[in-house]
């Protein structure tokens, strides 16, 4: 089993910068993917950015050049920096990880971030 604790959400104006923190504790051995996705209300969850134990990434074109996602020294702890953030941003943002080797798949609780313009 694999925990997932988000922090770092909150209101920002837009143009301006938020960093969300995520936690995994539990069992994350060997090759996995860890990422930040987001829903708005009345539409699907989608991919914002994701990256990989071997610290490949994945961007959405929507934030492809204004955020940055990485993992921390011991790997347990994926990072979303966001700048530029516009309007359009507004979301709850989860994360996300895909243990790969066990085969599980685990969501953290999500974190409101809402850009006013």
């Known amino acids: 089993q694999v925990q997932l604790v988000e922090s770092g959400g909150g209101l920002v104006q837009a143009g301006g910068s938020l960093r969300l923190s995520c936690a995994a504790s539990g069992s994350i051995f060997g090759f996995n993917v860890m990422g930040w996705y987001r829903r708005v209300p009345g539409k699907q969850r989608e991919l914002v950015a994701a990256i990989n134990s071997d610290d490949a990434t994945n961007y959405s074109d929507s934030v492809t050049g204004r955020f940055a996602i990485s993992r921390g020294y011991a790997k347990n702890t994926v990072y979303l920096q966001m700048n530029s953030l516009k309007p359009e941003d507004t979301a709850v943002y989860y994360c996300?990880?895909?243990?790969?080797?066990?085969?599980?798949?685990?969501w953290g609780q999500g974190t409101q971030v809402t850009v006013s313009s």
């Open positions: 996300n990880i895909a243990t790969i080797s066990l085969g599980g798949n685990y």
